[in-house]
């Protein structure tokens, strides 16, 4: 089982966050939303990141792909506020409340940048720097689709 996230912004790029995670077979179970702050810890009410309304928030799905075992509910708040850094550095904070939702299980980043990578998650994104696969099954089949050997 793989416990998927994608942080999706706001607005029209949520629903289709959502459709997209039905589409690779994923069900969604619940939405973290990431309250941003300012240095001061203040909300950030500036940044022209909406359409209509400035956002001060971004949604994170969290989406599920078959029934992953020792799966904690309830453990944590569906909120986090937290300061913003570089573009598309998600809070540290959401890396430990997926893991602590369902330890043991494989976690999938989806448009993750290098600043994103964590150990025992696979993270996808055309913005990272080479391809580091840790899993054995996933770098046999990474191998056998494309046909060439990485340096790890």
Known sequence: AVVSTQSTGTGRAVELGRELLAIWGYDRVDDIIWVKTNQLQRLIRTGRTGHWINHGKEHCLVGVKGNPKNFNRGLDCDLIVSEVRDT????????GMI??????????????????????????????????????????????????????
């Open 88 to 95: 598309s550095h998600k809070p540290d904070e959401i890396y």
């Open 99 to 152: 893991e602590r939702l369902s330890p043991g299980t494989r976690k999938l980043e989806l448009f993750g940048r290098e600043h994103n990578t964590q150990n025992n998650w696979l993270t996808l994104g055309n913005q990272l720097d080479g391809v580091h696969l840790e899993w054995e099954d996933v770098k046999q089949k990474y191998f056998a689709r494309y046909g060439m050997s990485l340096p790890f």
